[in-house]
């Protein structure tokens, strides 16, 4: 038997006070809602320590996935990030006022811009992504391998259904 946790209390008490609906999507919406605010506050803790949000973070990896020259236009990045180009360039004027990406004009088209890391934006992404990556390995140390591959199919599964 499992340990009641504050999820089944909620269904709990709907089963009371409405036991005309069935609040049993509670038991899974309600537990990922807990645990993505919880994963949130652990990521951004790491990303705080390179000075970073998590806006900012995706902006420098999506640069370094992206291979040398770890460059691009604007639109691109918003694809890579799957934000709009607004959002990103919110993140990249911060990036930029701290030195970590630089703003071009594109050799293509003059008005153009292109975002390229900095060698001191390269340096802080593969410092950050190994802190990440660790962080992520500890946030999911309770699971077995099993379980993970499991949960990945699940999720994966979902959120296609989804669209997402």
Request: contains cysteine.
């Given at each position: 038997?499992?340990h009641?946790?504050?999820?089944?209390d909620?269904?709990?008490?709907?089963?009371?006070?409405?036991?005309?609906?069935?609040?049993?999507?509670?038991?899974?919406?309600?537990?990922?809602?807990?645990?993505?605010?919880?994963?949130?506050?652990?990521?951004?803790?790491?990303?705080?320590?390179?000075?970073?949000?998590?806006?900012?973070f995706?902006i420098?990896?999506?640069l370094?996935?992206?291979?040398?020259?770890?460059a691009?236009a604007?639109g691109?990045?918003?694809?890579?990030?799957?934000?709009?180009?607004?959002?990103?360039?919110?993140?990249?004027d911060?990036?930029?006022?701290?030195?970590?990406?630089?703003?071009?004009?594109?050799?293509?088209?003059?008005?153009?811009?292109?975002?390229?890391?900095?060698?001191?934006?390269?340096?802080v992404?593969?410092?950050?992504?190994?802190?990440?990556?660790?962080?992520?390995?500890?946030?999911?140390?309770?699971?077995?391998?099993?379980d993970?591959?499991?949960?990945?199919?699940?999720?994966?599964?979902?959120?296609?259904?989804?669209?997402?």
């Open positions: 038997m499992t009641p946790d504050h999820v089944d909620l269904v709990a008490q709907w089963a009371i006070e409405r036991p005309d609906v069935d609040a049993s999507p509670m038991q899974i919406i309600g537990r990922m809602s807990r645990i993505v605010a919880h994963l949130d506050a652990e990521l951004l803790a790491v990303f705080r320590r390179f000075g970073l949000g998590e806006g900012e995706d420098l990896a999506a370094r996935r992206l291979g040398e020259p770890y691009c604007p691109e990045l918003a694809r890579h990030t799957m934000v709009t180009t607004g959002a990103v360039t919110k993140r990249v911060r990036l930029v006022a701290s030195g970590l990406v630089s703003r071009s004009a594109s050799d293509d088209d003059g008005r153009g811009r292109v975002i390229s890391l900095t060698p001191e934006g390269r340096r992404i593969d410092e950050a992504l190994v802190a990440h990556v660790a962080n992520e390995e500890r946030l999911l140390s309770a699971l077995t391998p099993g993970r591959r499991t949960l990945e199919g699940l999720l994966r599964a979902w959120g296609r259904s989804l669209g997402a």
